[in-house]
């Protein structure tokens, strides 16, 4: 894989993505470095097989690099991925022109990278054609497997809709709950992967809801995850909230980048069987 990006945080996040999908990669800052090195991975016999670029970068940007080199057939048989901190209208029309498979907007989730990779390798493979591949697409075709049900227990109606939004918006199922009552209702009514649980909630709070889920496993011999949701993040937080039977915890404004790790982390376990399926 070779990355071009300007930005060298953006290339060291990238480098770590494919690290753990072991798929090798070398980074470059500019669109002139990156015609050299896939010029000289093609002359070693090496050439690359995808290609993640930035679109906003100086002298040369992401769309003048591609054209650049589709108009070079020994160089065009790559995979092309942009990725933009700012869309602008038109641009899936340009990315289609040039030669781009995927358009993806930044701050990149490492599952929308994942799963977009994983398609366009796919299709390669095939020699099936794919329309261009965007975040919402992504969603749109989501795996079921990958959806997860959530049942969200938060009494703040701002707080409500904003982890509704976010949750929704990366593609899974979410029920609220205002209190810790009707958080134990939708519970004995439906079935979650997943729960997000105010601490702090009228009625009965979120330790007190916890416990009473946790009795009640104790003759299904069952674990629904319960993350805690913090308004003001402490020192001994985490170990408050695993020592009363939650399995970790989101400090409030959530930042999405730590729900995407929890969210991958879930997802990831749902997809891998259990020893009795094996």
Known sequence: VLVVDDNRTNRRILEGMLKRWEMKSTSVEGGEEALGELSAARDAGEPYGLILLDMHMPK????????RIRQRPELSTAIIMMLTSAGH???AER???VGISAYLLKPIRQSELREAIARLLGAKETKGAIP???RY???DARDPETVLSVLLAEDNLVNQRLATRMLEKRGHRVVVAANGREALEALAKGSFDLVLMDVQMPEMDGFETTAAIRETEKGTGTHLPVIALTAHAMKGDREKC???GMDGYLAKPIRPRELDDLLETYVARRMTPSPATI
Not at 60 to 67: K, R
Request: proline letters at 0%.
């Open 60 to 67: 040369m940007d992401g769309f003048e690099l591609s054209e």
């Open 132 to 134: 261009l591949i965007t």
């Open 95 to 97: 990315c289609k022109k």
């Open 242 to 244: 695993l020592a009363g």
């Open 137 to 139: 697409s992504l969603y």
């Open 89 to 91: 209208r038109g641009d």
